[in-house]
């Protein structure tokens, strides 16, 4: 089975702070994503990477940026903490391109920045 | 852009039959999944269409209709673990990219 860990479950941040995510996947995966969940608005895509140290923009990668140094890790970086970044924060792996491989995602990290 | 449009609840009684629609209006299209997920959660993968029609997988089925932008998850004999929430996510063009829409919360009353 595929695996996709990310660090914290819980984490409780303070405003103007630098704040990092990490999540690892075991697949050898070439693709991962970095995505929140917000009630009413669903997954919305932050960031993505296809491959080391490669990355794309998703639709809200205002305030975030990412760093993919080895391929089974894809960091996500608040570079300054702000209260409407409190959200679900969930990673997600996918292998090759296209296809039906779906995209296997990690527990979450449920972020709090007072 | 995408749009992606589902429910936002829904109940249903156990044992019964429940049809969750998904309608999308894309820029490109290359595939469509439906994920699971339980409360506090992740997400889990349960189907995926490309082509036209009725893909079966034990009490979970999952239609397309890429003409009517449409596609719909079908539960059958409901039970109490099926109560979650259930995600429509369209794949663009480029192939690797998901739109999730907002999915719909799924009750499932004895």
């Known amino acids: 089975d595929v695996k996709v860990t990310q660090s914290s479950r819980y984490l409780v941040k303070r405003t103007g702070e630098k704040v990092f995510l990490e999540c690892v996947q075991d697949m050898d995966h070439e693709n991962m994503f970095w995505y929140r969940q917000d009630p009413g608005l669903g997954l919305r895509l932050i960031y993505f990477?296809?491959?080391?140290?490669?990355?794309e923009k998703g639709d809200i990668p205002e305030g975030y940026s990412v760093s993919r140094e080895k391929k089974e890790r894809f960091s996500l970086i608040l570079e300054s903490a702000s209260t409407n970044q409190t959200s679900m924060y969930l990673c997600?792996?996918?292998?090759?391109?296209?296809?039906?491989?779906?995209?296997?995602f990690g527990d979450g990290t449920r972020l709090s920045i007072l | 852009g995408q749009n992606i449009d589902q429910p936002t609840e829904m109940t249903a009684t156990e044992g019964a039959i429940v049809q969750i629609n998904c309608t999308y209006q894309?820029?490109?299209?290359?595939?469509l999944f439906w994920y699971q997920q339980h409360a506090g959660e992740a997400p889990t993968f349960l189907s995926y269409?490309?082509?036209?029609g009725l893909e079966e997988k034990g009490r979970f089925s999952s239609f397309l209709s890429r003409s009517k932008g449409y596609s719909y998850l079908l539960l059958k004999e409901l039970q109490m673990k099926d109560s979650a929430s259930y995600l429509c996510?369209?794949?663009?063009?480029?192939?690797?990219?998901?739109?999730f829409g907002g999915g719909t919360r799924l009750m499932v009353k004895p």
């Open positions: 894309t820029s490109g299209f290359n595939g």
């Open positions: 269409n490309v082509l036209d």
């Open positions: 996510a369209v794949r663009d063009h480029a192939g690797n990219m998901l739109t």
């Open positions: 997600a792996s996918s292998g090759g391109s296209g296809g039906s491989q779906p995209q296997h």
């Open positions: 990477s296809y491959d080391v140290k490669m990355k």
